[in-house]
């Protein structure tokens, strides 16, 4: 199985930036099709962005569409999460997982395996 460890998650004020990462070990990461969620106090786990296992597809929510990048690097075993001009929305917990059966999807019953998340704080 794989490992996730994210990192990179802070305090920001609105329209600023941060970048999160998620370093896998354990199994080949490149085997892996990869998405990130988010899970703000009394709200269900969201859906954010997926990528593919090559990273030539990525897939985003309507909610960051134009705002965050998804990418990957299958030689550091790490993915990405760039987060632009963030919003005080954005405030949530944040979680990289993976799965080896699904190509790319933006459904958590999808992936198997989970970090234990970053919190991302966006204060207005």
């Known amino acids: 199985q794989v490992q996730l460890v994210e990192s990179g998650g802070g305090l920001v004020q609105a329209g600023g930036s941060l970048r999160l990462s998620c370093a896998a070990s354990g199994r080949t990461f490149s085997d892996y099709a990869m998405g990130w969620f988010r899970q703000a106090p009394g709200k269900e786990r969201e859906f954010i962005a997926a990528i593919s296992r090559s990273g030539s597809n990525t897939y985003y929510a309507d909610s960051v569409k134009g705002r965050f990048t998804v990418s990957r690097d299958n030689v550091k075993n790490t993915l990405y999460l760039q987060m632009n001009t963030l919003k005080p929305e954005d405030t949530a917990v944040y979680y990289c997982?993976?799965?080896?059966?699904?190509?790319?999807?933006?459904?958590?019953?999808?992936?198997?395996?989970w970090g234990q998340g970053t919190q991302v704080t966006v204060s207005s």
């Open positions: 997982a993976a799965d080896r059966i699904v190509y790319i999807s933006y459904s958590a019953r999808d992936y198997k395996y």
